[in-house]
C-alpha cells in the first residue's frame, strides 16, 4: 500500500506546473570540464588542446565575473573586455609550476608557448560561438532550435578545434 500511494504522489507531482532552469555554466559542469582538462594533460593530450578547453574555461568565469558586476551594478568603460582578458590570462597562474614556459613556432607564424595559444584560440572561439547562439536565438523568435542547444553548440565547436590543432600542429 505504501508503495503505491508513494507512487501516485509522485505521478500527481510530476504533472504540477514548475519552471524549469537550465544553465548550461553550471557550478558542476565548471568543475567537471576543470577536472577533464587535469585528466586529458594527465593522458598525453597536447598542451595547445589543454588551452583549448582552459581557455574556453577561463572565459565562461569572465562572463560569471561580468554578471556578477551586472547585479551589483558596477559599470565602467572597457569592464567586459578587462574581465574577460583578466580571466584568461589567470592560465598563468592556473599552471605555474606544472609546466615551464616553453615558446615553440606555431604553423611557422606564431613564437608563442602551446597553452597560451590554446587558451587565446579557446577564448575566442568559446566567445564567437557564445555569439552565434544568441544571433541564432534571435533568428528564431527567442527560442532555441533544440533542448541544450548552448550547450551542444560550444562543446562541438571547441571538439573540432581540438581537433584541427592535433592534426595540424
Not at 559542469?29 to 578547453?53: D, N, Q
Amino acid at each position: 500500500m505504501k508503495s503505491f500511494l508513494r507512487k501516485i504522489l509522485i505521478a500527481s507531482a510530476s504533472i504540477l506546473p514548475v519552471s524549469a532552469n537550465a544553465n548550461p555554466a553550471c557550478p558542476i559542469c565548471t568543475i567537471a570540464i576543470g577536472a577533464g582538462v587535469g585528466v586529458a594533460e594527465s593522458l598525453g593530450v597536447p598542451t595547445a588542446v589543454v588551452g583549448i578547453w582552459a581557455g574556453a574555461l577561463l572565459t565562461l568565469l569572465g562572463y560569471w565575473m561580468i554578471k556578477f558586476c551586472d547585479k551589483r551594478g558596477w559599470n565602467f568603460w572597457g569592464r567586459n573586455a578587462l574581465l574577460i582578458g583578466l580571466s584568461v590570462a589567470m592560465i598563468g597562474f592556473a599552471y605555474v609550476g606544472d609546466i615551464d614556459y616553453s615558446p615553440v613556432w606555431i604553423w611557422h607564424i606564431l613564437y608563442i608557448d602551446p597553452i597560451l595559444f590554446g587558451a587565446l584560440v579557446g577564448m575566442i572561439v568559446f566567445i564567437l560561438v557564445e555569439k552565434l547562439y544568441e544571433w541564432m536565438k534571435r533568428k528564431n523568435g527567442g527560442h532555441a532550435h533544440f533542448p541544450f542547444e548552448r550547450v551542444v553548440l560550444p562543446v562541438v565547436a571547441l571538439a573540432l578545434c581540438s581537433w584541427l590543432i592535433c592534426f595540424c600542429y
